[in-house]
């Protein structure tokens, strides 16, 4: 079955530099979030997409922008990174809601971003 | 923000034991899974259950919705169940999960 794809699987970035992280969904889903993962904590949600629209925002920082295209798939753009930006940065995607109830969602393998 | 809980943060198992997982949120939920992260990091879909009882294999969960709270159980547990299990939850209306901070798993043969 297709799952989430992210690109690239890793990444070596210097301080101050720009990144820009990909994501294409799993067909027909079009809602995309974006989370991260610093060492030893939990996924933290930074920003969703629905239907190529934001949705909802989290602890996004400013230097990060993100936005979904008109195919879904989905990218994160950080700039003047910094080293606490080094972390597993997740997308994950899901179908249309059913009711009153989201549906299940489905993550990737991650981006694992160092700067250095 | 939804305050998600879990318990307890560390477990070690003998192969072959059972367990108990748990997970408490603090206000109305429209979605909770559970995932288990393994060691190279990948988060693989244990379940989806906002409400109700799932079966998959060795491994199960409950879900109370009314009370807040679900629980996953590890049944006969293998070496390879080792990592970490989170719980995440996303309120109604929004279009984001809660993750809590986890459950470390450590099986030994």
């Known amino acids: 079955a297709a799952g989430v794809i992210q690109s690239p699987r890793h990444l070596i970035k210097e301080k101050r530099e720009t990144a820009t992280l990909k994501c294409y969904p799993i067909?027909?889903?079009?809602?995309v979030y974006w989370y991260q993962q610093g060492p030893g904590q939990d996924p933290q949600f930074l920003i969703s997409?629905?239907?190529?629209?934001?949705?909802d925002k989290g602890s996004i920082p400013d230097r990060f922008s993100a936005q979904q295209f008109s195919d879904y798939h989905s990218e994160l753009n950080m700039s003047s990174l910094e080293l606490g930006d080094s972390a597993l940065y997740f997308c994950?995607?899901?179908?249309?809601?059913?009711?009153?109830?989201?549906?299940?969602?489905?993550f990737g393998q991650g981006t694992r971003l160092t700067v250095v | 923000g939804i305050q998600v809980e879990q318990s307890p943060p560390d477990l070690i198992l003998q192969e072959g034991a059972n367990s108990t997982l748990r997970c408490n949120f603090s206000?109305?939920?429209?979605?909770l899974q559970w995932f288990h992260q393994n060691p190279w990091g990948q988060l693989i879909n244990l379940f989806y259950?906002?409400?109700g009882t799932k079966q998959n294999g060795r491994l199960s969960a409950t879900t109370v919705a009314t009370e807040r709270y679900s629980l996953l159980y590890i049944s006969s547990s293998q070496t390879t169940d080792s990592g970490v299990y989170f719980c995440?939850?996303?309120?109604?209306?929004?279009?984001?999960?809660?993750f809590g901070s986890g459950t470390k798993l450590n099986v030994k043969p």
């Open positions: 259950i906002p409400s």
């Open positions: 067909p027909r889903h079009d809602t």
């Open positions: 206000d109305s939920v429209n979605n």
């Open positions: 997409f629905y239907e190529k629209m934001q949705s």
């Open positions: 994950a995607s899901s179908l249309p809601g059913q009711g009153e109830w989201n549906t299940e969602a489905f």
């Open positions: 995440a939850v996303a309120p109604y209306n929004f279009n984001k999960f809660y």
